[in-house]
């Protein structure tokens, strides 16, 4: 349970702005959409995804470090890494089960026979988009696990994009689309305040001092 005393007292530590603009980015969070990343090598692709995630209002991403395990590049990410929760695994195995758990269908973005244009994605469905690595792609195991394909329509001579390219592109067309349903996307008010609460402490310079104060004034 959140101590909404605290969370008040906190944020009278920011300005009215500031606490405007949290209350207008929490209002487009979601958690019906989730990206994950598998091995990335490039350091700053993932970086970029996270700031893709942060900017089409993605509250969760979740990245595999199987075999590449690396720092988030923050100035790619823009501080991104702040607002976005990152959800790090050490196995692909690990990631997609704790995603089915959530309820989560498992989308890989790779061509395959069976895959679907973008256009006729079914947003309404609680998902997790998939993307692998730059050269070899997903693994199969994320291949033999995903629930659909989905690729991006293209008509030039290249046929492929850089993965923080795909996410951006699948990521706006999805949430755009999602929010002219009727599905129930936004984050609860639970998750809500927690996140106010969360973005307070990695906002507010003496936080740690603040709450000791508040509770043994």
Avoid at 83 to 91: A, E, G, L, P
Avoid at 96 to 117: F, M, R, S, W
Avoid at 173 to 194: D, G, I, P
């Amino acid at each position: 349970m959140i101590d909404i005393s605290l969370l008040q007292h906190l944020e009278s530590y920011l300005t009215e702005s500031r606490k405007a603009r949290f209350d207008a980015v929490l209002s487009q969070r979601t958690k019906h959409f989730t990206v994950a990343t598998e091995d990335v090598y490039q350091l700053h692709n993932t970086s970029a995804v996270i700031r893709s995630c942060d900017v089409f209002g993605i509250q969760e991403v979740n990245i595999v470090e199987e075999q590449n395990s690396k720092r988030i590049d923050r100035e790619i990410a823009m501080g991104a890494q702040k607002w976005v929760d990152v959800n790090r695994f050490h196995s692909v195995k690990d990631c997609l089960k704790g995603l089915k758990q959530k309820g989560y269908q498992i989308v890989a973005t790779t061509p395959h026979k069976n895959d679907e244009l973008l256009d006729a994605f079914d947003v309404t469905k609680k998902s997790c988009f998939f993307f692998g690595r730059e050269t070899e792609g997903l693994s199969e195991e994320v291949i033999e696990t995903a629930d659909c394909f989905l690729k991006i329509p293209m008509v030039g001579f290249t046929e492929s994009l850089n993965i923080s390219v795909s996410a951006a592109i699948i990521l706006q067309h999805a949430t755009a689309k999602l929010k002219q349903t009727n599905v129930n996307w936004e984050l609860s008010k639970e998750e809500m305040l927690l996140k106010r609460l969360d973005w307070c402490k990695k906002t507010i310079k003496s936080y740690d001092e603040i709450v000791d104060r508040f509770y043994n004034p």
